[in-house]
Each structure stands twice: as C-alpha cells, then as structure tokens.
C-alpha cells in the first residue's frame, strides 16, 4: 500500500521517515518528492509499506503526530489525478 505523508519538514531525510514508520511493520520504499529546478525539498513524500493492515495502522497511528515542529498529515495515496490540457513548455 502506498501511503501519502505531508508537512514532512524540510530538513527530513528518507531514513527519518523510514524510522517513524518502522515500529508499524516493514517499510518497502521512501520517496521524499523534491522541487525539479532547485533539488529542494517540496515538504510531502510517499511510504509503501507491503502490509495493508500495517500500512493501515501506520496511518491511524502517525496522521496529527508531530516531526519537527510540524504536524503529519498520513493517509492512503490517491492516483494521480490526469491535468487537462497541453503541456506549457518550460524555459
């Protein structure tokens, strides 16, 4: 299951995720998304976790903690929703 996790502090890397979600089961993959142009991070990132019961009691148990000063906000992934329209081109 793939579990999407925002207000993630800036200064977080993957292997601080990876500990918050460990105590709930094992931890496939961690994904911190980051700005395309500058490499900074964006604040929100994805966790799969193999293990739906898991996945979910990790969701129950994170959403509204707190990691750096700032409140997590955990649920399930949605799919990506298609944009309308043509792509701008970027300069």
Known sequence: MEIFVSNIPFAAKPEDIRQLFEPYGAVGRVNLITDRETGRPRGFGFVEMPNASEAQAAIEGL???????????VNEARQREERGGPRRQRW
């Open 63 to 73: 959403n509204g903690t707190q990691l750096g000063g700032r409140t997590l906000t």
